[in-house]
């Protein structure tokens, strides 16, 4: 295993959440935040819906390493969405010399066909590609100091990272099962984290609560939980528990309504104090899932609701925010409680295990 | 099958947005000629809790109605007695209702392996039902889901116990993925590769072509021969079962066409919501399917429009310059306001698109509950939003819409 001075052992982080809890921005902005003071990093889009470049305004991503932005102190961030079937006729030309005959094959539906037939295939190639950006090297130095994927989302990526299982039940033996087997060398690994993204919402919260136990039954790292899109309470202290009890009434506001001289009066008022007492149970019922969020018992941030369309400010934003995050968890490992350690099966991992296989 | 039909939605800025007719889904769901409504939109808008709300409606309207669910949140399963997956209906308590409600949680595996006993004898079942590829097929082929869905459906439907049926379709991205999976899954697996790959297990190789034996050369070098073989033995044991899927599915389909079926397209007020509604729509016209309408789930209407976006923002800071007694609360509540106002308008905004492109379709917002749905209650206050009277709001604004007209 690489003895490295980086403050945090993580090479690769994997980002996933329920659909809807905007795990893509999460990951874009942890790409920036870990290319920031000169990073290189590679962001990698596994479901082929070109959110990266939607998010970066870029044009659609081809299957080959692109900048997207950069940072400061010369980091930058490249994006790759890899295409499935591009990643199988490289995989035919590197393990049988067969780009050509696989390019036929296309022509004939073949390729399509073998991935319809072994689901599994589909997330081999995709974590096998990810696994060589992470191992890869030139001139003795590697080519990215962090991988950041976006991930399937929670229900399916056990299943995704799980590829050895998977595949072990369709294909016993053959190239793929060993190709494999080194992925998972690496995605066990200490350099690995699959961080959860979550919004403060019962399904989210659920799903991130199944997939922690799901990862942890198939001993994959586990990183942080992403509190996504998380508001404040416009609210002043004491109307805001009035409002969440919903006795707040119109007369509540009046007085200090009155030197604004509005239409409506009391009518007013009284639809005033109705969107306060919904605002603030909203934001009530959102803070106490917070409760449960803890209790998940991983290292947690929470990221600002951002107003206005996602660009690239706002990612900074949102990068800025991670930064910290990451420094905090850095000094954590320097400590000796670095992530994976958290995870209880990281103390009995034999050494053998670790990334050096691939 | 064709091709999704996508058809040109020109924007056309320069006239006003249409507006978009009113969708009577109590009027649906009480007429006893509706035999099946299904619930269809992108993935995480709402469908599993309006196909729930809707069939609790309908039990309070008199009606003996069961619900398709797919993937419903736990809690609200809890509150629907869902705890156990037997893949048959359960009767829901619902005190007071004249009519029925039962609900269901969609077992896919045991779905597809019920069809298998019912077509095989017992020993070619079990052949069947402990060879690894349809294992691999049953519970993770993508389709599978959908497929099982329809054919759960269709189940129900030919029972004949229940006036009326709710069907959530599954969580996929695509809405339209409910619609294709089936001829996608009849054709694969009727699909001359298949059946081809299955020969060159079985009956050697002499009608094979050369290319062909390259193929399923490379096939089982990427895959391994083990599945060659266990594709091959599943195939040969389907070969008896029934005369092929891909008629199976598309017999399944065309229930879908009946008259007695409508379709309810389900979307948050965001961007890809909508558009996938809009896909969706368009599909079911080229399929001459019938589409009740639009439902927009979680939109945020105003709890008054006398006050603008920036004079509610004027307004707080007034308030707080003068400083009256619970200026500060009183200015907050402004800012709640104005905040509302504008997501409000930016909802309305895209709704107003969404009715350009399909203005004969008829829509329904649904205002967001402060919390999840996950009870009775819940489903209940949101069956009073999909099925009340369009115009019997707090601010006289229809239910077709989350701001008046002229605002917009």
């Known amino acids: 295993m690489q003895v490295s001075s980086d403050p945090s052992p993580v090479r690769l982080h994997v980002v996933t959440g329920k659909g809807g809890t905007g795990k893509t921005t999460v990951a874009a902005a942890l790409a920036l935040a870990l290319a920031a003071d000169g990073g290189h990093v590679l962001l990698v889009e596994t479901e082929g819906r070109q959110g990266i470049a939607q998010l970066f305004d870029t044009p659609p991503l081809p299957y080959e390493e692109r900048r997207v932005a950069v940072a400061r102190g010369g980091g930058e961030v490249k994006a790759l969405a890899i295409d499935v079937e591009e990643a199988l006729l490289d995989y035919l030309d590197m393990f049988y010399n067969l780009r050509r005959a696989g390019r036929a094959l296309r022509k004939m539906g073949a390729i399509d066909f073998a991935t319809a037939i072994a689901p599994g295939l589909r997330d081999v190639l ?109 609210l002043p202290l004491d109307g805001l528990d009035r409002a969440v009890e919903g006795t707040l009434s119109g007369a509540d506001l009046a007085p200090g309504l009155a030197p604004a001289h509005l239409p409506g009066g009391d009518e007013l008022a009284e639809a005033l104090a109705v969107e306060a007492i919904e605002h603030a149970q909203r934001w009530a019922s959102q803070d106490e899932l917070r409760e449960e969020v803890e209790a998940l018992g991983r290292p947690t941030v929470e990221l600002p609701l951002l107003a206005g369309p996602m660009d690239l400010g706002c990612l900074f934003e949102l990068a800025g925010r991670l930064e910290e995050h990451l420094r905090a968890e850095a000094e954590g490992a320097d400590r000796g409680v670095s992530i994976a350690a958290r995870n209880e099966r990281g103390a009995e991992r034999p050494a053998g295990a670790t990334g050096s296989t691939a | 099958m064709s091709a999704p039909a996508e058809q040109p939605r020109s924007a056309k800025p320069s006239r006003p947005a249409p507006v978009a007719p009113a969708m009577d889904l109590e009027a649906l769901i009480e007429d006893p000629a509706t035999r099946i409504v299904v ?184 895959l391994g021969g083990q599945l060659l073989r266990d594709i091959s033995a599943f195939v040969a044991a389907l070969d008896t079962m029934f005369g092929g899927f891909r008629e199976r599915a598309t017999a399944t389909y065309e229930l879908l066409r009946r008259p007695g079926t409508w379709f309810v397209v ?27 309408g639009l439902v927009v789930n979680r939109t945020h209407p105003p709890a008054t429009t006398l006050l603008s976006a920036t004079r509610a923002e004027g307004a707080a800071e007034r308030v707080i310059e003068a400083d009256a007694e619970g200026a500060d609360l009183a200015a907050a509540a402004l800012r709640v306001h104005a905040e509302r106002m504008i997501q409000a308008a930016r909802e309305q905004h895209l709704a107003d698109r969404f009715t350009s492109a399909h203005p004969e379709v008829a829509v329904r917002t649904v205002p967001a509950a402060a919390g999840d749905v996950h009870d009775l209650d819940g489903l209940r206050v949101m069956a009073e939003e999909l099925t009340g009277p369009d115009d019997d709001t707090p601010t006289g604004t229809p239910r077709t819409r989350i701001l008046p007209a002229r605002r917009a």
């Not at chain 2, 909508?274 to 001459?288: H, K, N, Q, T, W």
């Open chain 1, 126 to 234: 995709l974590t096998g590609k990810i696994k060589e950006s992470v191992t890869r090297r030139h001139d003795g130095h590697r080519v990215y100091d962090a991988v950041v994927v976006d991930a399937p989302p929670t229900g399916r990526i056990t299943r995704f990272l799980g590829v050895t299982a998977e595949m072990a039940q369709l294909a016993r033996s053959g190239p793929i099962k060993t190709q494999s087997d080194g992925v998972m060398a690496v995605l066990r690994s200490s350099q690995t984290a699959v961080h959860l993204v979550t919004l403060l919402e019962d399904m989210p919260v659920q799903e991130t609560a199944d997939a922690i136990a799901e990862l942890t039954e198939a001993k994959l790292p586990i990183g942080s939980v992403f509190v996504n899109m998380v508001t404040d309470p416009v």
């Open chain 2, 39 to 222: 619930c269809c939109g992108a993935g995480g808008v709402g469908k599993t809790t309006t196909s729930a709300a809707l069939a609790l409606a309908a039990a309070e309207a008199g009606r003996t109605v069961v619900v398709l669910t797919i993937d419903p949140a736990r809690r609200l399963a809890q509150s629907l007695g869902l705890e156990e997956l037997d893949n048959e209906p359960r009767r829901v308590d619902v005190p007071e209702a004249p009519g029925e409600l039962h609900a269901m949680m969609l077992d896919m595996k045991r779905t597809f392996d019920d069809i298998v006993v019912a077509h095989s004898t017992p020993d070619r079942a079990r052949q069947i039902l402990e060879n690894p590829f349809y294992q691999s097929l049953s519970s993770s082929f993508s389709g599978t889901q959908e497929y099982m869905a329809m054919e759960k459906l269709g189940q129900l439907r030919a029972s004949d116990q229940w006036d009326l049926i709710i069907v959530d379709t599954p969580p996929s991205r695509s809405a339209l993925d409910f619609l294709d999976a089936p001829n996608k899954m009849g054709r694969f697996l009727d699909g001359t590769m298949i059946r081809l790959l299955a020969g060159s297990g079985r009956a050697g190789l002499k009608f094979a072509s050369a290319g062909f034996m390259f193929f399923s050369k490379i096939i089982s070098k990427i």
């Open chain 2, 266 to 292: 389900v979307a948050t007020p965001e961007p890809d919501a909508l558009r996938e509604a809009s896909y969706f729509v368009d599909r079911l016209s080229a399929e001459g399917m019938p589409l009740a």
